[in-house]
């Protein structure tokens, strides 16, 4: 049973801090999301990739945020330095090809900057 | 640019009452509209796509281009279907996908 898994599940840290959040799509999937949720927002797109290349991370922060893909297995999700408005549950998903392919989620990395 | 709104944040039915929720888009052309949902302690699921044209756990939904709307509806609403619900919109069939701001539903035994 192919699934998206996110890694850490929960993580707490301390403003200013890096935080680095890792997502493994699933093998095939050619398209990653990164996502924020938060109970104000609902869920925000913040980057997507297709085969690796960032096609629109305009929903990000570019001054603390980053995300990349340093291989077809591994997408990352980078904050530094992390503030207190930054906690939030942050979603992976990864699709075939995006669009109309459905999207697969991950269990989300519930973070928490105190 | 495009947009996805959902009126409710909650919204809360008895059980086997009928059920809308909610969905408008801001987009001027053709796009791929889906339903997630993610039940207490599961991951968000696709519920259901305009192009199949499926009814799924006995949910439907009506794509309607007049009023940008593709409202999520079912007939006869259960306990188990208390959950939270996104509507989402790709432009294109490769393009990213956003999401509404989500509506909780809850079943009232």
């Known amino acids: 049973d192919a699934r998206v898994t996110q890694t850490p599940r929960h993580k707490v840290t301390e403003m200013g801090q890096e935080v680095t959040m890792r997502c493994q799509p699933i093998?095939?999937?050619?398209?990653v999301f990164w996502y924020r949720q938060t109970m104000m927002q609902g869920l925000e797109l913040l980057a997507y990739f297709r085969n690796r290349a960032p096609l629109d991370d305009s929903g990000m922060p570019k001054d603390r945020f980053s995300a990349e893909m340093p291989d077809a297995t591994l997408a990352t999700l980078k904050i530094q330095p992390s503030e207190p408005r930054d906690s939030a549950v942050y979603f992976c998903?990864?699709?075939?090809?995006?669009?109309?392919?459905?999207?697969?989620f991950g269990q989300g990395t519930r973070l928490t900057v105190v | 640019a495009q947009r996805v709104t959902q009126p409710e944040k909650l919204l809360s039915v008895f059980k086997g009452a009928p059920v809308e929720l909610k969905c408008n888009y801001s987009y001027s052309g053709s796009p791929e509209l889906f339903w997630y949902v993610q039940y207490s302690r599961q991951r968000l699921q696709l519920l259901l796509r305009h192009i199949s044209r499926e009814s799924i756990k006995g949910f439907t939904a009506d794509l309607n281009k007049g009023e940008t709307s593709f409202h999520l509806k079912k007939p006869f609403a259960q306990e188990e279907d208390s959950a939270m619900y996104y509507c989402?919109?790709?432009?294109?069939?490769?393009?990213?996908?956003?999401f509404g701001p989500g509506t909780s539903l809850s079943v009232i035994p």
């Open positions: 989402a919109l790709a432009k294109t069939s490769y393009d990213k996908v956003i």
């Open positions: 093998l095939g999937h050619n398209t």
């Open positions: 998903a990864s699709a075939l090809r995006g669009g109309d392919t459905e999207a697969f």
